[in-house]
């Protein structure tokens, strides 16, 4: 009996053991499960978000800016601090800054009509289209509507005199339904770089180097946004198409932001003044991006982007020259620039609460029509 007691006492001792060596495996696993959240709290801790794109200063519609086309589509709030534009059946509408300038900061919160928006384009950029007919430089936000139940795309661009050939695109999902309330969207341009931003995440940088030449806008430019019809062309190539069944589609545009300095494009000299706002643009906080932003930006278009022209090998054979290729994310590319086709379907439409994080999933689905 002693035998079995000394037995059963070795065996609850071993149950005991395997017990307790199991948490402390579990507690292990779940660490390293959570190490890289808690790699990102420390560089949160350590670099705090970018707190000059939550507190820039905003101007008044009619202090910097005035109607493009459409202006009985555009609805000016009392304050003068939002605006709203209208598309419907008989026209869209858009409106543009009152100057142009040498570089700048252009930014904005914005929501995008929601429901149906198939056929529709809503767009925030920078051009001197209106000036340089042949020539003109461009930096787009563009964001695509959808049927039903389909997420709105968008996509950024960069053109540098007139390169409209060499276009530099690439194409995304958000992280949010962008109908549902206010984000910001924010361009950079400086004399060494561009950098594309939503609220405080940078999702796009370029930047300058001597190989792209003529490519790197450089002419003054206006900021501009438009709503418009695009049903030949925005979704699914023309086969959905706008249905006026749902208008006014309504675009809304607040805090508006300009810094930059005013210049006159044909000047071929920028005066002095205008040269030291542009350096101090080169060193605003807004124009680094801390290790906390290159770590969501890396996460933004690893999980959201789903075509880049650095990937596109059909249509540039040799990268252009500021891609950076990275042949970890090379492999997720198809020779198209698109993502291969076991890449397009991870992301689905949850049911639980959206969640603000870059991490979350997509709001909507990644197939694209």
Known sequence: MHGVSRQNSLIR??????????????????????????????????????AALNNIATVPFGKG???????????????????QLHLNQNTGSGFKSSDLYSHGFFSAKMK??????????V?????????????HDELDFEFL????GKAWRFQTNMYGNGSTSRGREERYYLWFDPSREFHRYSILWTTKKIIFY???????????????????????????ATIWDA?????????????????????????????????DPLEEIFSSSCIEQDDQLDSASYASISPQQRMAMKNFRHKHMYYSYCYDT?????????????????????????????????HRRSKRSRSQDIGARNYGNEDED
């Open 13 to 50: 001792t071993q149950k005991t053991f395997d017990h307790s060596y199991q948490r402390q495996m579990d507690k292990f696993h779940f660490l390293c499960t959570m190490l890289p959240c808690l790699i990102l709290l420390f560089l949160h801790l350590l670099c705090p978000a970018n």
């Open 65 to 83: 800016f005035s109607p493009l086309w459409g202006e009985p589509n555009i609805k000016r709030s009392a304050d003068d601090k939002t605006v």
């Open 112 to 121: 995008l009509p929601s429901d149906y928006t198939a056929g529709i384009v």
């Open 123 to 135: 767009a925030f950029y920078t051009t001197n289209g209106d000036v340089f007919k042949r020539t």
């Open 145 to 148: 509507g959808n049927i039903r």
């Open 198 to 224: 939503i609220d405080d995440v940078p999702i796009r940088e370029i930047i300058r180097n001597q190989e792209m030449g003529a490519d790197y806008p450089s002419k003054p430019m206006a900021l501009y």
């Open 231 to 263: 049903s030949d062309w925005a979704t699914s190539g023309g086969r959905y198409r706008t249905n006026y069944k749902y208008a006014p589609f309504i675009a809304e545009f607040t805090d508006l932001a300009l810094h930059g300095c005013a210049a």
């Open 314 to 346: 059909l249509r540039y054979s040799v990268p252009p020259p500021e891609c950076l290729i990275d042949p970890s994310e090379k492999l997720r590319f198809k020779e198209t620039g698109r993502l291969k086709f076991e890449g397009r379907h991870r």
